[in-house]
């Protein structure tokens, strides 16, 4: 009896666990975290992904995660906004526009720019998730790169060729649909890297060049029948 009292009294109570301390950052610097953390988070596991989870990999609280962004969507949006829109330089415009170089160097360059901005991890499985659950995202991606890269470039094959400007006849679908073969088929290989995990060449700016010279010799032999 006396044994067994002494063993309860050197027994440790049960204890809760500990709170998770969260350490206090300025609010933009917090922002930034999340906005960070969610891009990660989103990528991996996709937009169905739970926001306490989230909050776990972020090291902050549920209740504090919903401080900075009253709801889930709110945050996609705000994902959407940093991987997507922000990533879109306006400069490009002014390089596919730019007549006193070749056309076929300029296409290249800006192949590599905009690969360099946008064909990575994040970006490419944050666009599929957000195309498989049948959102708008990817509709306004698309409108905004129909409108301020490939209409351009539709522009400036034309000007290669000889034929009249878009300010005389309009960019035509079949046009449009073309260019969107060369655009595509260089997302693709992106998509074979980050979703498929499948083998693809080291040097993805040949690949550009060969895409890009291949195509302009296409638009040259069109133009001529």
């Known amino acids: 009896m006396a044994g067994s009292m002494r063993r309860r009294r050197t027994e440790s109570p049960l204890r809760a666990p500990p709170r998770k301390r969260v350490t206090r950052l300025p609010g933009a610097e917090r922002e930034r975290q999340i906005i960070e953390a969610a891009i990660r988070f989103f990528a991996e596991v996709g937009f169905a992904g739970r926001t306490r989870e989230l909050a776990e990999?972020?090291?902050?609280?549920?209740?504090?995660l919903y401080r900075y962004f009253a709801t889930k969507r709110a945050l996609i949006d705000r994902v959407f906004e940093e991987v997507f829109l922000k990533r879109m330089d306006p400069r490009?415009?002014?390089?596919?526009a730019n007549r006193s170089r070749p056309l076929e160097e300029r296409l290249v360059e800006f192949y590599a720019l905009y690969s360099r901005a946008t064909y990575?991890?994040?970006w490419i499985r944050i666009y599929m998730f957000s195309a498989l659950m049948g959102n708008n995202f990817n509709r306004r991606y698309i409108g905004i790169v129909e409108d301020t890269i490939l209409k351009p470039i539709c522009n400036e094959i034309r000007h290669y060729c000889g034929l009249p400007g878009a300010d005389v006849?309009?960019?035509?679908?079949?046009?449009l649909e073309h260019l969107w073969v060369m655009h595509g088929g260089l997302f693709y290989y992106a998509?074979?890297?980050?979703?498929y995990h499948s083998r693809v060449g080291d040097d993805f700016l040949a690949v550009v060049k060969r895409v890009v010279v291949a195509m302009l010799k296409g638009a040259r032999a069109i133009s001529t029948r």
């Open 191 to 195: 998509v074979r890297k980050y979703i």
């Open 169 to 175: 006849i309009p960019i035509s679908e079949l046009e």
């Open 57 to 64: 990999r972020a090291g902050i609280t549920q209740p504090l």
């Open 92 to 96: 490009w415009g002014q390089l596919i």
């Open 120 to 122: 990575s991890y994040e």
